[in-house]
């Protein structure tokens, strides 16, 4: 299986901070990968798929960049719906991957 | 509106058997591959497997090959998730994903809203 690394693992900020999550691969996964947003209790809700393609309805301020082995997740001015935990999962490989997570806390 | 909606909580005890379900609406069923992940409390999440719900082609994780079956019902749009003998550890939220693309191999971009299954004695 391909190996999906997030760091940080625990990200503190405040409101209108500009925040970078990563993900590395363990191998190159060229742009399949996307990027999910959970908040306590709920169901995951998918943000960024290929790697930078903002899913409709997400606001701007998200954006993903990044191909091969190394991705990142940006947040331009994080607002106070925005903490939560996120996640990066690859999907060019059939047996799919998730990252492990990390979470964004106010500060 | 597209969406998945899943059976309710269940509590267990261990050796029994189980199956929850994800019954999709708003969309054609059998155009789009599902799948079951799964979410151990506190924890991360997990890809367990998928299928195909026009011909019921699964394939799953190697982590989940031989404790879960995967199953669906095209006529009634839904999927299954089942367990023949259930174990403490299988106490998390289990939640359904429909694949983005027809190809099996995507994002996840339709939810449903989770099925969380304690086992206790």
């Known amino acids: 299986d391909i190996q999906m690394t997030q760091s940080p693992s625990t990200l503190s900020a405040s409101v209108g901070d500009r925040v970078t999550i990563t993900c590395r691969a363990s191998?190159?996964?060229?742009?399949?990968l996307a990027w999910y947003q959970q908040k306590p209790g709920k169901a995951p809700k998918l943000l960024i798929y290929?790697?930078?393609s903002l899913e409709s309805g997400v606001p701007s301020r998200f954006s993903g960049s990044g191909s091969g082995t190394e991705f990142t997740l940006t947040i331009s001015s994080l607002q106070p719906d925005d903490f939560a935990t996120y996640y990066c999962q690859q999907y060019n490989s059939y047996s799919l991957t998730f990252g492990g997570g990390t979470k964004v806390e106010i500060k | 509106e597209v969406q998945l909606v899943q059976s309710g909580a269940e509590v267990k005890k261990p050796g029994e058997s189980l199956r929850i379900s994800c019954k999709g609406s708003?969309?054609?069923?059998?155009?789009?591959?599902i799948s079951w992940v799964r979410q151990m409390p506190g924890k991360g999440l997990e890809w367990m497997g998928r299928?195909?719900?026009?011909?019921?082609?699964?394939n799953y994780s190697p982590s989940f090959q031989g404790h879960v079956t995967i199953s669906a019902d095209k006529s009634i749009s839904t999927a299954y998730l089942q367990w023949s003998s259930l174990k403490a550890s299988d106490t998390a939220m289990y939640y359904c994903?429909?694949?983005?693309?027809?190809?099996?191999?995507?994002?996840?971009?339709?939810w449903g809203q989770g099925t969380m299954v304690t086992v206790s004695s």
């Open positions: 994903a429909r694949l983005f693309g027809s190809s099996g191999r995507d994002a996840f971009d339709i």
């Open positions: 708003g969309y054609s069923f059998t155009s789009y591959w």
């Open positions: 191998q190159s996964i060229s742009s399949w």
């Open positions: 299928i195909d719900p026009s011909d019921s082609y699964t």
């Open positions: 290929k790697a930078s």
